[in-house]
Structures are given as structure tokens and as C-alpha cells.
């Protein structure tokens, strides 16, 4: 009788240049299920996966060029190692970026370049750009960071690792403003301005989609009802067939004039029907970030709330 293989363990390598968003990166995998330990010497790692208690669940480990015992050497070395073995699934990632936004990114922090404490942050980049190259050529995976802002690169980690810890295919749901543009990355995107408007409501207008008010308001359309259904129906079939093929990340975005109401209305009522089919997701109001309101937040399945209950 032929013995069951050893199941893959996957161990993902984070690194890249500071300020490029390995912390970002780290928080996100996480967020995903993964077993994650930030700025862990090289050393460390052999003796952390062949531990007694290592190997429970998918790994990230962030490796900080600026540690005292980090050389390009000993990170290929051990890339190299855990790459061979049967047992493992070992990956490269790598956050990259242009010299010139991990400069401005240091300007707006007003923080010292590790590397070049009493030189300029544009010494101490060009001198962790040049100690980092071969891995960068020999990453598995290379993210360049320059152009994309924290949700865009949790998204973009989402895509490549969301299906390692069998939580299925992510899906995040956002709202936003038509006069800034469509947010980077959507799938599908829905046009919400039918729907009658809170705005030129006196006293709905200082409030959101996020209060009762305006929920009421918005869902009192005539419209509102049918235009979800259809929503759902058209999802019902494109998730699944998207989650056969493969695909680890779904974006879909609802957009109104002035990203507030309606299309606030609309994320949050789609996303909790998902999540009431089991579907894992997450959501993004951009316009009400811009204004400081922190309303990124993941919507558990309802299987998983009855469990908890």
C-alpha cells in the first residue's frame, strides 16, 4: 500500500528594501491565516521550522536586511535549502520600489535610513538597493510597491497568497467617488447615481452610508431591491466560476457622485449577503478613508459567526 505524501508545508521569505512595505505585507498574510514573525534573524529560521511545535500552519517570516547577522549569502543559502525539501513549499517575496518614492516616503517620516544614519535617506536607499539586487533576481515573487497605496498592496498580496491557508478566494467590495476615478484593480465596478441621493437631503447630508438614516433612504428606492438582486444573481454566477479557475482575489466596486451615501449603502448590503453565502469579505470605503474614518474591515462568513455564537 502505498503511503500517503507528506502534506506541503509553505514557508513564505518576506524582504525587500525599507520602506517598501514588508510590514504591511507581513500584517496582511496574517490577516490570511499565516503563522507570521516579523525581523527574524537568518539564523533563527532552520531551528524555528524543525521545532516541535513549528509547521501548524502556513509561515511568513520578515527578514530585515538592517539585522546584525542578515548577508545576502546566508538568505540564498537558506532559500535554497528550504526550497529542496519534499516537506516544503518555500517562496521568495520581494517588495520592491523606486529609489525616488522610498526617498519621499522617508521625507514624509522624517526618519533616518538605517544604513546611512548620519548621511541622507537617499545614501543609505542606494546602499540597501545595491545589497538586496541578487535577491531581487532571485525572488519567486517581486512586488513593486512604487505606485500603490497600502490597500492596493494588501490586494495585491491577497491575490498571490489568499488561497495557502484554505480560506478560499477573497473578495473585497469598496465604495468610491466617480469624481476621483475608479479604484486600481477592480474586477467589476457598478454605477449607483440612479439611486435617489441623501445628499440633497438637509439633514442626511452630514451622515453616511454607514448610518441607519441613509441606509433607509437609499434601500427606500423602488430600485434599490431589484438592483441588488441582480447583483447577487450576476455574482452567484461569476464567484464560483472565478473560484474554479483558480483566482484567489475578487474586487468589486459600487461608485456614486460623491462616494458617501449611496455607494457606502450599496458595499455594505452586497458584502453582508456574501458573507451570508460564506464567501470571506473585506471592505473598503476609499472616500470615507480619505477623511479619516477607518472602515476597512473583513465581514465573517455567517458560518463562521454561527460557530462562534
Not at 548621511?119 to 543609505?124: I, K, L, R
Amino acid at each position: 500500500m502505498k503511503a500517503n505524501p507528506t502534506p506541503s508545508q509553505r514557508v513564505v521569505l518576506v524582504t525587500g528594501p525599507s520602506g517598501a512595505g514588508r510590514s504591511t505585507a507581513i500584517n496582511t498574510l496574517e490577516d490570511l491565516g499565516f503563522e507570521a514573525i516579523d525581523n527574524i534573524p537568518v539564523s533563527l529560521i532552520p531551528r524555528l521550522i524543525d521545532g516541535a511545535n513549528a509547521l501548524a500552519q502556513p509561515l511568513a517570516l520578515g527578514i530585515d536586511a538592517r539585522n546584525r547577522d542578515f548577508s545576502v549569502e546566508g538568505l540564498m543559502e537558506l532559500h535554497a535549502v528550504l526550497s529542496s525539501r519534499g516537506d516544503m513549499n518555500c517562496e521568495l517575496l520581494y517588495l520592491d520600489c523606486l529609489p525616488d518614492i522610498l526617498s519621499r516616503r522617508y521625507s514624509e517620516t522624517r526618519r533616518r535610513h538605517p544604513l546611512a544614519p548620519d548621511e541622507s535617506p537617499a545614501d543609505g536607499i542606494a546602499r540597501e538597493l545595491a545589497l538586496l539586487e541578487d535577491v531581487k533576481t532571485r525572488a519567486d515573487i517581486l512586488v513593486d510597491t512604487s505606485e500603490l497605496t497600502i490597500h492596493d498592496l494588501r490586494a495585491e498580496i491577497e491575490n498571490w497568497f489568499s488561497d495557502a491557508t484554505g480560506q478560499g478566494m477573497a473578495i473585497s467590495i469598496h465604495s468610491f467617488s466617480y469624481k476621483r476615478g475608479l479604484p486600481q484593480g477592480l474586477d467589476m465596478a457598478f454605477d449607483c447615481r440612479f439611486l435617489r441621493n441623501p445628499h440633497w437631503e438637509p439633514d442626511l447630508r452630514p451622515f453616511t452610508g454607514l448610518d441607519r438614516q441613509v441606509s433607509d433612504y437609499v434601500a427606500a428606492d423602488k430600485r434599490f431591491d431589484v438592483f441588488v438582486k441582480h447583483i447577487m444573481e450576476l455574482l452567484g454566477v461569476v464567484l464560483p466560476g472565478c473560484l474554479d479557475e483558480g483566482k484567489a482575489h475578487f474586487s468589486v466596486g459600487f461608485g456614486c457622485t460623491g462616494g458617501k451615501h449611496r455607494s457606502v449603502t450599496l458595499t455594505e448590503a452586497v458584502a453582508a449577503a456574501l458573507a451570508k453565502q460564506s464567501w470571506r469579505v473585506s471592505i473598503r470605503h476609499r472616500e470615507l478613508e480619505r477623511q479619516g474614518v477607518r472602515v476597512t474591515t473583513p465581514v465573517a462568513p455567517e458560518s463562521e459567526r454561527e460557530a462562534s455564537e
